[in-house]
């Protein structure tokens, strides 16, 4: 193996896993050295697509951050939670049945060998590799398959940060019970804590960290105080907790927050724009209280029709169409154009049939091939809300199943759809309030941005930038450059076997499975 490896483990899931180890990525490219993210597995509704299909959009960005292109080497397997009971599983960027119908302790034994070359042709052709954990690294139940933390650690002979959010309390205990419920082997691979989102006076820290590495030999490598307003696209959490405009909003976007929602990231760059304020609705008083020319937004979902069944349990479904009614716009993107429709039909038991909301005069036929590609469109002469589209090229991504057509009796009866732009991708109702398009990605496009809001947000590069910057100056002087210094050699069996799982025939696989757990808790 030629590159070094550092690995960002945490304490539990949100501890600041995904951010750390972007800005690392960054931090080292800056260094002069060729560096690559990797992620065993993710799981996460939010991806993106890369040479060689979709990986999860927290490794998209890390490759933008390392300055590398994106490919599905850095997150071999990717679970895209689609009930609260299964998963889709993404094997190396494309959907592989087999392994979505596995138990998540059988499907180990199956896709460790991917994962593991994977990793090695990462290291074979990259300086550095700067390596995200998943969960915690010690969920006892979970460690005789769980191949995305210490397995991989030892495999890549990687150091070690393990990261706790302090924010929440408890953070001393986390990483001591982390550290104790290791075996020696694993501890040894602990090169550092970090203590992130601290707020307060550092001055009631002492004697915490002194204590935690009199017990455990490892010191506390960085404090790095609450930052909200970073600019990376959170990759699980909603953006809601806090305000980052405190200025009184000009305009009001209500994004509907469904129990799928998915490829949430893209609209990181609203909550970044003056005047504007991203709100996320789970209720129907949310959307009652908008003004005529707020806009509500239909996200992505990973299961159309279940959302658009909570929808309706919520009373959204009437909110919408009576803020439509009066003229207000609505945007909906991917299963949210789905939404939009009369209808959606599913011949191959992909998603489920059922009622759209009626507000574009399409249908939505469910394929059993699934469209993952990178995409762009001219829009048309748009109406409305909307006209400051009019003529614009953007670039995007599609990632669904399903082809959406004008809806034939209406058209026939006369209610026509608009088609908003060529091939299928973007369609406008005749009042020209509501828009439905495909492409992900829009809010993405400076020039969209500037169009709508005549404003732009900071670059992604500088963003990036911010992050390395940030790292810099909160992490111990030397100690980045310290994780990747020499160190003596392990002894060879140290490292695992690459079959270490017993196998299981496929085909002797329950017909659905629980998706793989974050943690010792049920998955969400």
Known sequence: MSARCVMVLGTTSGAGKSWLTTALCRWYARQGLRVAPFK?????????????????????????????????????????????????VVLMGQVEAALSRLDWR???????????????????????????GAGSPAEINLRDTDYVNMRVALHAQAACLLVTDIDRGGSFAHLYGTWALLPPQEQACLRGFVLNRFRGD??????????????????????????????????????????????????????????????????????????????????????????????????????????????RTQGLDRAVTAHAARGGPVLGVCGGLQMLGEALIDPHGIDGNGPGLGLLPVVTVFAQDKTVRHAQLRFGELRGPWSALSGLQVQGYEIHHGETRPHAAMEAAGDRVRVAAEGGLAWQNAAGNVLGLYLHGLFEQAEVLQAFFGAGVPSLASVFDGLADFVDRHFAPGALAGLIAPQPLRDAQSRPASTPFAASPADSAPASADPAPRSSRPAP
């Not at 299909?53 to 998209?60: D, F, V």
């Not at 951050?65 to 990717?78: E, F, Q, S, Y």
Request: proline share 9%.
């Open 106 to 132: 059988s499907r180990s034994a199956y896709v460790w060998p991917t994962v593991c070359e994977a990793l090695d042709a990462l290291i074979a052709t990259h300086d550095l590799v700067v390596i995200e």
């Open 202 to 311: 550092p001055a009631l820290l002492p004697p915490g960290p002194q204590m935690l590495q009199e017990r455990t030999g490892i010191p506390t490598l960085a404090t790095l105080p609450m930052w909200r307003g970073h600019g990376l696209p959170e990759e699980d959490g909603l953006y809601d907790a806090v305000a980052v405009e405190p200025a009184p909003a000009q305009r009001t976007v209500a994004v509907l927050a469904g129990p799928h929602i998915s490829n949430l990231d893209e609209f990181q760059p609203l909550r970044q724009l003056p005047g504007v304020r991203l709100l996320w609705v789970r209720s129907a008083a949310a959307l009652g209280a908008l003004r005529v020319d707020d806009w509500i937004i239909l996200p992505g979902s990973k299961a159309t029709s279940a959302d658009l069944a909570w929808m």
């Open 40 to 88: 065993a597995q993710n799981m996460s509704n939010n991806a993106r697509v890369v040479v060689g299909g979709e990986i999860g959009s927290a490794q998209y960005f890390q490759a933008l951050a390392a300055g590398v292109v994106p490919d599905v080497r850095m997150n071999p397997v990717l679970l895209k939670p689609e009930t609260d009971t299964r998963s889709q």
